[in-house]
C-alpha cells in the first residue's frame, strides 16, 4: 500500500510503499477513503504536540473514513463491506489514516450514516467527540441551558453550536465579523469577541448572572474570558485547550466549576475505546434527523498534496474542515 509517513518533525512527509496491515483480535482493517485534517495533525508534525506521544516515523491522520476489508477475531460489529468512520489513530505510534489501508480497533468507529459522503465522514469525528465530551459528559447540557461557545465557526466550535442547540439549549457563540452568518446560521446568536467586552456580553445576554455553560475551543486568553462569563452560583466551563497556567479566582469568586477535555485520551491510555464509538453513533442519531452538519472546505487534496491541505490549516485559510482523499 501506498503511505504518507513522517520520517522527522518539522520535515516533509513523504510517499512509502509498506505492506499493507492485518487485523488482531477486536480490529478491522479499513480500506482508507479519506483522512480529516485537524490542527492537532500539523503540530505534530512539526514536533509541538508531545501530549500526543507521536514515535517516528509516523503515518498522521487522527479521522479516517472507509471500508471494511477484514476483520479480526471477535468483531461481530462491522462486516467486510462496511462503511466506518471514527477518530482511530495517528497518535502515540498507532498508524493514523493517511494510508490505502489502516487496522484499527473496532470499537472506536461507527457505522457511516446515510447520506453522508466519505469526505464529510472524515471530517467529523475529533471535533464531535470533544464537543459531546464537554457539552454532554463534562457540562450536563439541558434544555433551557444558556450555552455560550468560543469560537462558534471552528472546528469544535461549529459542532458544540449545533450540539448545544439540538438539545435544547439557548446557544451564544463569540467570532469574528466574518464568521457572523455562518454562526447564525448554525442556530446562535453571535457575540464579536472584537468589539464587546466579557463585562459587555455578560449583560447583555445573561444580565449579569453569566452563562451555564461556557465552552472554551480557544484556549489562552478566552479560557480566562471564560472564568469571568461563567454563571453565579453553578456555572460551568469546560475547554478543550486549557494546556496553560490560569488564575481560578474568578472561577472560584463565581462558585463556577471547571473541566478539562482531553479527546485523546482512551487512544493514549487504551481504555474507553467503545465510549468513542457510542458518542459517534450519536452524531448519527443528529446527522440523520438533519440537526447535525459539517462545513467542509471546497478544497481537494490527496495524498500527494496532503501537505497543501496541513499549509492551509497552518495559515488559516481553511473555510471549513479540510480532508485528504486517500482514494476515490
Same mark, same amino acid.
Request: charge should be negative; proline fraction near 5%; include cysteine.
Given at each position: 500500500?501506498?503511505?504518507?509517513?513522517? !520520517?522527522?518533525?518539522?520535515?516533509?512527509?513523504?510517499?512509502?510503499?509498506?505492506?499493507?496491515?492485518?487485523?488482531?483480535?477486536?480490529?478491522?482493517?479499513?480500506?482508507?477513503?479519506?483522512?480529516?485534517?485537524?490542527?492537532?495533525? &500539523?503540530?505534530?508534525?512539526?514536533?509541538?504536540?508531545?501530549?500526543?506521544?507521536?514515535?517516528?516515523?509516523?503515518?498522521?491522520?487522527?479521522?479516517?473514513?472507509?471500508?471494511?476489508?477484514?476483520?479480526?477475531?471477535?468483531? /461481530?460489529?462491522?462486516?467486510?463491506?462496511?462503511?466506518?468512520?471514527?477518530?482511530?489513530?495517528?497518535?502515540?505510534?498507532?498508524?493514523?489514516?493517511?494510508?490505502?489501508?489502516?487496522?484499527?480497533?473496532?470499537?472506536? $468507529?461507527?457505522?457511516?450514516?446515510?447520506?453522508?459522503?466519505?469526505?464529510?465522514?472524515?471530517?467529523?469525528?475529533?471535533?464531535?467527540?470533544?464537543?459531546?465530551?464537554?457539552?454532554?459528559?463534562?457540562?450536563?447540557?439541558?434544555?433551557?441551558? @444558556?450555552?455560550?461557545?468560543?469560537?462558534?465557526?471552528?472546528?469544535?466550535?461549529?459542532?458544540?453550536?449545533?450540539?448545544?442547540?439540538?438539545?435544547?439549549?439557548?446557544?451564544?457563540?463569540?467570532?469574528?465579523?466574518?464568521?457572523?452568518?455562518?454562526?447564525?446560521?448554525?442556530?446562535?446568536?453571535?457575540?464579536?469577541?472584537? &468589539?464587546? /467586552?466579557?463585562?459587555?456580553?455578560?449583560?447583555?445576554?445573561?444580565?449579569?448572572?453569566?452563562?451555564?455553560?461556557?465552552?472554551?475551543?480557544?484556549?489562552?486568553?478566552?479560557?480566562?474570558?471564560?472564568?469571568?462569563?461563567?454563571? $453565579?452560583?453553578?456555572?460551568?466551563?469546560?475547554?478543550?485547550?486549557?494546556?496553560?497556567?490560569?488564575?481560578?479566582?474568578?472561577?472560584?469568586?463565581?462558585?463556577?466549576?471547571? @473541566?478539562?477535555?482531553?479527546?485523546?485520551?482512551?487512544?493514549?491510555?487504551?481504555?474507553?475505546?467503545?465510549?468513542?464509538?457510542?458518542? $459517534?453513533?450519536?452524531?448519527?442519531?443528529?446527522?440523520?434527523?438533519?440537526?447535525?452538519?459539517?462545513?467542509?472546505?471546497?478544497?481537494?487534496? !490527496?495524498?500527494?498534496?496532503?501537505?497543501?491541505?496541513?499549509?492551509?490549516?497552518?495559515?488559516?485559510?481553511?473555510?471549513?474542515?479540510?480532508?485528504?482523499?486517500?482514494?476515490?
Amino acid at each position: 500500500m501506498q503511505a504518507l509517513v513522517l !520520517t522527522s518533525f518539522a520535515a516533509p512527509m513523504s510517499i512509502a510503499h509498506l505492506p499493507v496491515p492485518q487485523p488482531g483480535p477486536g480490529q478491522v482493517l479499513v480500506r482508507i477513503a479519506a483522512s480529516g485534517v485537524n490542527p492537532l495533525d &500539523t503540530k505534530i508534525a512539526a514536533g509541538a504536540a508531545p501530549h500526543a506521544r507521536p514515535s517516528l516515523p509516523a503515518i498522521l491522520g487522527i479521522d479516517v473514513a472507509g471500508t471494511v476489508e477484514a476483520v479480526g477475531d471477535g468483531v /461481530t460489529t462491522f462486516h467486510v463491506g462496511a462503511t466506518v468512520y471514527g477518530m482511530a489513530g495517528g497518535i502515540g505510534g498507532i498508524q493514523g489514516s493517511l494510508a490505502e489501508y489502516g487496522v484499527f480497533d473496532a470499537a472506536l $468507529l461507527a457505522p457511516v450514516p446515510l447520506g453522508l459522503s466519505m469526505r464529510e465522514a472524515a471530517a467529523l469525528p475529533l471535533v464531535f467527540i470533544t464537543a459531546w465530551e464537554g457539552l454532554v459528559d463534562r457540562a450536563h447540557v439541558k434544555v433551557g441551558d @444558556s450555552v455560550l461557545v468560543h469560537g462558534g465557526a471552528g472546528g469544535v466550535g461549529h459542532m458544540a453550536v449545533q450540539l448545544a442547540v439540538a438539545l435544547g439549549a439557548t446557544v451564544f457563540a463569540t467570532g469574528s465579523a466574518a464568521s457572523r452568518d455562518a454562526i447564525e446560521a448554525l442556530g446562535a446568536r453571535f457575540i464579536d469577541y472584537r &468589539t464587546s /467586552t466579557v463585562d459587555d456580553y455578560v449583560a447583555e445576554h445573561t444580565g449579569g448572572a453569566g452563562f451555564d455553560i461556557v465552552y472554551d475551543t480557544v484556549g489562552g486568553a478566552t479560557l480566562d474570558a471564560s472564568f469571568q462569563a461563567a454563571r $453565579l452560583y453553578g456555572g460551568h466551563v469546560v475547554s478543550c485547550l486549557g494546556w496553560g497556567t490560569f488564575a481560578l479566582s474568578p472561577l472560584t469568586a463565581r462558585a463556577a466549576t471547571y @473541566s478539562g477535555v482531553f479527546t485523546l485520551l482512551p487512544l493514549l491510555s487504551g481504555e474507553h475505546h467503545a465510549r468513542h464509538g457510542a458518542i $459517534l453513533r450519536e452524531a448519527n442519531k443528529l446527522i440523520e434527523a438533519g440537526k447535525l452538519q459539517v462545513r467542509l472546505d471546497p478544497r481537494r487534496f !490527496t495524498l500527494h498534496t496532503a501537505h497543501d491541505a496541513h499549509a492551509a490549516q497552518i495559515d488559516g485559510s481553511a473555510r471549513g474542515k479540510l480532508v485528504v482523499e486517500v482514494r476515490d
